[in-house]
C-alpha cells in the first residue's frame, strides 16, 4: 500500500481493486465487440445481453458507429440520450448524422444536429433550416464566421456560401479579415481564391501578402508600397514583424524607411516595438536595450519582463534591475531572486537575504537556489491527503471511472483518458482528490499529476511527484552510473509518466526518445513499439544521459540542457567568458530550453529528498561556473 493511502481508512480502499476484470471478462467484451463490427443486429444483441461489464456500452458505440440504420433510430436516440456529453457520444452521433445526410433526411438531421468543429457537419445544419424554411437572415447571419477562416471550408459548405454571397454579406471588411488570415496562415490556395473576389485595382494586395509570407525581406522592398494605403501598412508591419527574427539589420533598416511611407496607427507602432523588443534581447542584440525601453508599460507581460530582466543581468545592470522590480506588487519566484541577487551585488546583503528568506521554504527552483545561498534545509512543504472513504467508494464506482479503469488495462490509453477527463471534468473538487487517489494506487501517474493540476493541489508531492517505475529507473540509473533522482526527475518533466506519450516532434515514451536517438545510441533500430515500453525507454533514456553527461564533461547541468535542445546547440550558448551557472541558465536563448533546466533541478531536489537522502542537490549550481 502507498504511503499516501495510510493517511485514508483501509475499508475505503477496498473498492479500488475490487473490481479488477478476469481475462474471461475481457475476452467476452472482445468477442461482443466484434460481434457488433459485424454488423449482424441479433447477434450483437444476444451478445449485448449476456455481457456483464464495464465497456458494454462502447460494444453498443462500435455497432451504431458502425451500422447506422434508421430501423435502429430508437435505438441510437437512446443511446445519444443515457450517454450525452460523455467520450462515448460523439462517434454515434457523427456516424449518424452523416449517414442522415447521405440519405437526405433533413430535418431529423437537424434534429440530431449539436454544435461541433466539424464544419461540413455544421454547414449541412445551416443549409437544411433554409431549405425547410427558417429565417434567411438568422441562417445567413450565422454563416459569416464559419466563411472568414484563414483555411479552406468543405465542399459542403459551397451551397450555403454561395447564398450568402448573393446576399450581400460578402463585405469588404469580411473579405479583407479573410485574406489577412489565410495569407498570415500561409494557405497559398485559399488566397488564390480570395483574389478573385477582389477588385482588380486590389488583387495586387494577394500577391504581395504571399510574397512577404514566403519571403519576409520582401517586406522591406519600398517599391512593392504602390499605394501606400492601410492595406499596405498591414501587410508592412506583418513582415517587419516576421524579418526580425531573421534578419535584424534589415528589418531595423526597413521599419526606418517605412515609417516615412506610412501613417501607421499607435497599436501597430506598439506591435512592432513588442516584437523587435522580443526578438532583438533573444538575439542578444546591441539595440535590445533601446526596444526594450521602448515598450510600453501595459505591454509589458511576464515573457518581455523576463527579456528585460534577461538584458540586464547580461550587462551585469544591477541598479536596472532593482528599478525595474522594486516596487512591484505580485512578483515572481525568480524575480525575488534576481532582486534579491542585485542588492547582493551592490553590497546590500540585508536587503538581499530578507528577499531570499521570503523564498526559501518554496518548494521550486528558485526557492531551492535561496535556500543553498542561506545555508537552509530544503523544504517540500508536502501534505497528506485525506479523503472520506465513502467518497473514495463513490468515485470508484462511477460508471466512467470502471470504463476507465477497463481501457486502461486493455491497452487503449487514448479512450481511457478520455473518460478519464470526462470523470474529472464533471466532478467536485473533493470528487477529483477521490479521483487522484484512485488513480495513483492503480499507477496511472499521468491522471493522478494532470487532475492535481487542474485544481491547484500543488502540495500532495508524494502524488504529484511518484517513484514511477522505480524498478527500472534504479536498475538503468545504476548500470549507466547516473542519478537516479536525475534519471527520474527527466522522465517526470518529459511524459509525467505517461508511457505512451508521443510529442509533436515524434519523440516516444517516458523519457520522450528519438527513434533516430535510440537508434543512435542503441546502435540498431529501435522500434517506436518498442519505445513505447518502459523498460527499454527508460534503459535507453538512461543510457542519453550518461553520454549526454561524458559529452560535458561530467557537468550534469549542461546535460540537462543538451538532452532538451541538443549538445551542439548548448555549446553554441557557452559564453567566451566564464559566468555562473545560475546567471548562464537564466539567460538561455529558448524559453523552452531555460524552463526546462530549472524545472528537472527542482524536480530532481524533490526526488533526492523523497528517496530519503539529504542535502540541496540545486545549491552547487551557486559555485557552478560556466563557459570560458
Known sequence: MKSWILKVAVTGLTAISCFSFANSDLDAFKKAERIAWSGNYNAFTAALNQLDHPLKPYVEMAFFERHPRLKYQQQIAHFLTVYESTPLEWPVRESWLKYLKRRGKKALFIDYYQDSNDAALHCTYLQYQLELGAPKKAILEQVSDLWVVGKSQPRACNTIFNKWQQAGYLTSDRLWSRITKAAQGGQVSLLRYLKTLLPKSDAYLAD?????????????????????????????????????????????????????????????????????????????????????????????????????????????????????????????????????????????????????????????????LAAGRLGLDVSLNTKSLDVQPSLLTKVSQAPGFKRAKALYELGRFTSARREWNYLTNTSSVAEKLAASILAAELDWYDSTIYTLAQIKAWDYVELRFPIAFEKYFSRYSKRNHVDMAWSIAIARRESSFAPDARSHANAYGLMQLLPSTARYISKQRVSKRNLLQPATNIRLGTDYLEYLKKKNQGNEMLATASYNAGYHRIKKWLPDEAIPAELWIELIPYRETRDYVKNVFAYRQVYHTRLGREGNIVAPLLEMRIGG
Open 208 to 368: 504581395l501578402y504571399t510574397t512577404v509570407r514566403r519571403d519576409p525581406s520582401a517586406s522591406a522592398g519600398l517599391y512593392r508600397y504602390k499605394k501606400r494605403n492601410e492595406k499596405e501598412a498591414q501587410i508592412a508591419v506583418y513582415g517587419v514583424r516576421r524579418l526580425i527574427w531573421r534578419d535584424q539589420k534589415l528589418a531595423l533598416r526597413a521599419w526606418d524607411k517605412l515609417q516615412g511611407m506610412f501613417d501607421f496607427t499607435e497599436q501597430q507602432k506598439d506591435s512592432v516595438a513588442y516584437r523587435f523588443a522580443l526578438a532583438l534581447a533573444s538575439k542578444g542584440h546591441s539595440d535590445a536595450r533601446f526596444w526594450l525601453n521602448k515598450v510600453k508599460p501595459e505591454q509589458q507581460d511576464a515573457k518581455l519582463r523576463q527579456w528585460m530582466m534577461s538584458n540586464m543581468l547580461k550587462e551585469q545592470d544591477w541598479s536596472g534591475i532593482a528599478a525595474l522590480f522594486t516596487g512591484m506588487t505580485n512578483l515572481s519566484h525568480g524575480q525575488t531572486y534576481w532582486l534579491a541577487y542585485s542588492y547582493a551585488q551592490r553590497g546590500e546583503e540585508d536587503r538581499a537575504n530578507k528577499l531570499w528568506q521570503d523564498i526559501a521554504s518554496e518548494r521550486d527552483y528558485y526557492g531551492f
